[in-house]
């Protein structure tokens, strides 16, 4: 396909699937062709659900106000036990629609896809009996040949053609011979272990028409043992309906079995007597079905890649489908769509803007991510390894080198985790450091390890991954212990068995791609640079403790507890306890049962009781006093399962001095220091990274030797600390740290996770040259401000005082203006300060004390773009300062026109006027009495 030829994307299957992405694709511009080999929409007897999350993408493709027309909103779901009696009357459906304004649908399959056709513009690009037979790629593009004779050329084929699919049947072809193993993934990757009738009913009852079966827009779940019902009332006048049954063995694809109509009759014939809800059973749907079927329940994920490494991909039914009860088919074929979107946006889209260049090649295409499994609902990329949730790199510019360093590093543990039974919550990059490589939080809570040397330049793949099986191992066993280095010696012998396999991970990351630039792996260390001094920097903790567990106790002693709080036991507060009668009147017997009632006996007997009353409470308002066992009735369920302990001199501290918290902003506690460099196993570690890697460690291997051997403590900083401050500056990068002041306290009181590349210091050079104070994470070490996620830039006020020509420039991510955070305002240097380039000479920004900025556009953007802007007169609103914002066109055809909008529709308004221009937000000057300068360019004019 030359570069001439636009972009076309063949999509095999008019499923939900296929036709939602169809919808996008005419959205976006992008030419397509649906291939179904039988009818668009056909009747099966199958009905849909639509969660909210779902709801949003329809209405993004303008399809959501169709289907909210022909449907009731889901609203009420009751769930009844085997004896009929209702056990859940749950109201999540409305709590969702009320939280997220979407609402819960339930419809007919074939509707559903009915509104998915009729809203495509041409109808001529979807062709019904017309199958795909087969195909052929080459470098430029991909041809299909069809059931019906005819070739196809297209870019790419995206596999949306079921649970059946025949691309996933060609795919597995293909790869017989050379990959068996892949191959029988690809047949055999769906279970079924239940069959079901699927059934289309009329909403009323076999004896009054004029009697619903079910209120409007409730669900009605009945559990038996072995087999199950659903009913739900989503469209006026009908129910949709499913009968569960539990097969005698389960069956694989692709010989689960075909059912027939008598198949059906008899199913209901030995379970229709059931009750589905209070009134009906599944007789009654029977006898009022308008369409039923009976088909296997195939659940199950291909686990292999669900490409060929090229120009095919397979999306929806055809790699994952879940079972019908949960309402996940059809969302996650939708969720599908979306991640291949973003997957392969990035080469494909990047022809689309400039065709001149050249298409993207097989490679290229092969190196975006393809989804491996199920996704968390808002990611935007596919995940390397399901047991590390997030993967973070420090901000700045080798970000993106970061990111697929860190993510390869995960792919390549997978199968070690998975056979260990490991998780990782947090994987992330820590800054270069003299001291270490990675350590440990809370067993796997986090992980960080550091990726590149002092010297800029990235540390080895192998030896950054060799210390991430040592941190691993720490997951298990946070000591240097014994039986810590039988763990990691069995990790790191599974590893060196991966890597004499070529295996690089699951997918697509097994094909072994490296990065597009290859920055990580050219332009590593060299043999004569310092490298960290220990290769594990330690693990700690959390100083909190768990609270202890109260017993659990059944419904009648909780209720006997009641009764004996409110009553006493055997009946004391009503006076009928001699035994507690002697105890509230000081141990004075008395011969008979005294009158209680207007008497002088009675009236002492009710004082005694209200004082011993009253003593008791006084006593349970005591500090520190013993309470009394609380009632389990009344006990709080959202309290935390952990307790604070007091601090203590033994608190974890950074490699800058500075206390580590959690999460939770309580204090850490080091379990475990750097590996001692005495200890036999240590040594034998650091002796296997230098016979494999000795192109790096050779030439320097008697410094690093004289590491085993005794070693001087680590320096003393100012304060006190016996960890040595990195030469970059003070900065913590955990994500569940923060920073604090150097009397202890913390800068702030909110717990968030700085992140990105830290502020330089001005004095942090060899040559004693003054270097730009740059402020894109951490804590700024001039002005002390802490970089808070989600802050534009927190930091940009600080400039050295030995800094008088015009500052550098700063990035600020988009995202990051609207929450701009300026605690205080701190005198600079104003020769530090420079000019802002504006048009327009009213714009300026007000900070609130929530932080949140409002942008005033009072006139247009046109004119020269060097023009000063002096700006309104600054205005303080709270207490968080005010910042003066302006705006700069590059191109003089740019226009903007805005009153009184926020950032995002900002964005949004220039986008209408320049929408192939980049909108980005530079740093133009410092900062004095809290004001900051910011102007937003357009490069380009549409």
């Excluded at 039988?38 to 659900?49: K, T």
């Excluded at 059931?274 to 029977?286: E, I, Q, R, S």
């Excluded at 952990?642 to 033994?650: L, P, S």
């Amino acid at each position: 396909m030359s570069a001439q030829e636009s972009f076309k994307v063949i999509i095999s299957g008019a499923s939900v699937a296929g036709l939602t992405l169809a919808n996008a694709l005419e959205k976006a511009g992008v030419e397509y062709l649906v291939l179904e080999r039988g009818d668009i929409a056909p009747q099966l007897g199958a009905s849909i659900g639509i969660l909210c999350h779902v709801a949003k993408v329809l209405d993004q493709l303008g399809i959501c106000d169709r289907i909210q027309d022909i449907t009731i909103p889901l609203l009420q779901r009751q769930n009844f036990d085997e004896y009929g009696h209702l056990f859940d009357d749950c109201q999540i459906f409305r709590n969702l629609a009320a939280k997220t304004k979407r609402p819960v649908m339930f419809l007919e399959r074939r509707a559903y896809l009915q509104t998915l056709y009729d809203n495509l513009k041409d109808k001529s690009r979807v062709r019904a009996h017309v199958g795909l037979k087969s195909f052929a790629e080459d470098d430029k593009g991909v041809t299909v040949f069809t059931t019906t004779g005819e070739e196809v050329r297209g870019s790419i084929l995206v596999g949306a053609d079921g649970i059946h699919s025949t691309v996933r049947k060609l795919i597995a072809e293909s790869v017989a011979k050379s990959d068996p193993e892949r191959a029988t993934k690809l047949t055999k990757g769906f279970t079924a272990h239940y069959r079901a009738i699927f059934g289309i009913s009329k909403n009323q009852q076999r004896g009054d028409p004029t009697k619903q079966l079910l209120p409007d827009g409730t669900i009605h779940d009945h559990y038996y043992r072995g087999h199950s019902g659903i009913a739900a009332s989503g469209v006026d006048g009908l129910v949709f309906w499913f009968l569960f049954v539990k097969q005698d063995s389960p069956s694989t694809s692709p010989n689960c079995p075909r059912y027939s109509e008598a198949d059906a009759q008899d199913t209901i014939r030995k379970y229709g007597h059931l009750a589905v809800g209070p009134d009906y059973t599944f007789n009654d749907l029977w006898e009022l079905r308008l369409n039923a079927n009976m088909l296997p329940l195939e659940e199950g994920i291909v686990q292999t890649s669900w490409n060929t490494g090229g120009r095919v991909v397979m999306v929806g039914d055809a790699v994952f489908k879940a079972t019908v009860n949960a309402g996940l088919g059809g969302s996650t074929a939708v969720e599908g769509v979306c991640n291949l979107g973003y997957m392969a946006g990035a080469p494909v889209f990047n022809f689309l803007l400039d065709p001149d260049k050249s298409f993207p090649s097989r490679d290229a295409i092969a190196s975006a991510n393809m989804p491996l499994g199920i996704q968390r609902l808002n990611a935007k990329k596919s995940h390397p390894n399901d047991r590390v949730v997030f993967i973070k790199p420090l901000k700045g510019k080798d970000e993106d080198t970061a990111q697929d360093y860190l993510e390869r590093i995960a792919a390549q543990c997978l199968p070690i985790m998975k056979e260990h039974h490991l998780s990782v919550t947090t994987l992330e990059e820590y800054e270069p450091n003299r001291e270490f490589v990675g350590r440990n939080f809370n067993s796997g809570e986090i992980i960080q390890l550091v990726l590149k040397a002092r010297s800029g330049h990235w540390l080895p793949f192998n030896y950054v991954q060799m210390v991430m099986m040592h941190e691993l191992a720490h997951c298990v066993q946070m000591n240097h212990s014994r039986a810590f280095w039988k763990v990691r010696n069995l990790y790191a012998e599974n590893m060196r068995v991966l890597w004499s396999r070529g295996y690089t991970g699951e997918g697509m990351w097994g094909r072994g791609a490296l990065l597009a630039t290859g920055e990580f792996e050219r332009n590593t260390v060299t043999a004569g640079e310092e490298l960290p001094e220990h290769l594990c920097g330690g693990t700690y903790r959390s100083r909190r403790r768990k609270r202890k567990a109260k017993p659990e106790l059944s419904y009648q002693e909780r209720k006997q507890r009641r009764i004996e709080k409110k009553f006493g036991r055997n009946g004391v507060a009503l006076g009928a306890d001699t035994d507690a009668k002697a105890k509230l009147e000081k141990g004075r017997a008395t011969q008979a049962a005294p009158r209680v009632a207007q008497s002088k006996r009675g009236r002492e007997l009710r004082a005694a009781a209200a004082l011993a009353r009253f003593d008791q409470q006084k006593k349970e308002m005591t500090p520190g006093g013993e309470p009394e066992d609380e009632d389990e009735s009344t006990a709080s369920e959202t309290g935390s399962d952990y307790e604070d302990a007091e601090g203590g001199a033994d608190d974890a501290l950074d490699i800058n001095g500075r206390k580590l918290l959690d999460a939770k902003g309580g204090n850490m506690v080091r379990v475990c220091g750097d590996e001692d460099p005495g200890d036999h196993d240590a040594a034998n570690e650091l002796r296997e990274l230098q016979a494999s890697m000795t192109k790096y460690f050779a030439p320097a291997k008697d410094k690093q030797s004289e590491r085993l051997g005794a070693r001087p403590g680590p320096p003393t900083t100012k304060e006190g600390s016996s960890r040595a401050t990195s030469s970059n500056g003070p900065k913590n990068t955990n994500r569940d740290t923060e920073a604090v002041a150097k009397n202890g306290q913390p800068l702030n009181t909110k717990k968030t996770e700085p992140h990105g590349k830290k502020a330089q210091s001005a004095t942090n050079k060899t040559n004693d040259e003054p270097a730009p104070a740059t402020a894109t994470g951490g804590t700024c070490e001039l002005c002390s401000f802490q970089n808070e996620e989600y802050s534009a830039l927190a930091v940009v006020t600080g400039l050295s005082s030995t800094v008088s020509a015009a500052p550098s420039r700063w990035s600020v991510p988009q995202e990051h203006l609207e929450v701009l955070a300026l605690r205080r305002a701190i005198p600079l240097n104003p020769d530090a300060v420079s000019d802002v380039h504006c048009q327009d000479r009213q714009a300026h920004i007000i900070f609130h004390e929530e932080n949140a900025a409002q942008l005033a556009i009072c006139g247009g953007i046109s004119g020269s773009s060097t023009d000063h802007c002096g700006g309104s007169p600054a205005a303080t609103v709270g207490s968080n300062g005010s910042a003066r914002f302006s705006l700069r066109a590059v191109n003089d055809g740019a226009t903007i026109d805005i009153s009184k909008v926020r950032w995002e529709e900002c964005v949004h308004a220039a986008r209408a006027v320049c929408p192939t221009g980049s909108l980005s937000a530079m740093c133009l000057g410092g900062a004095t009495s809290g004001d900051v300068a910011f102007s937003l360019e357009m490069n380009s004019a549409g």
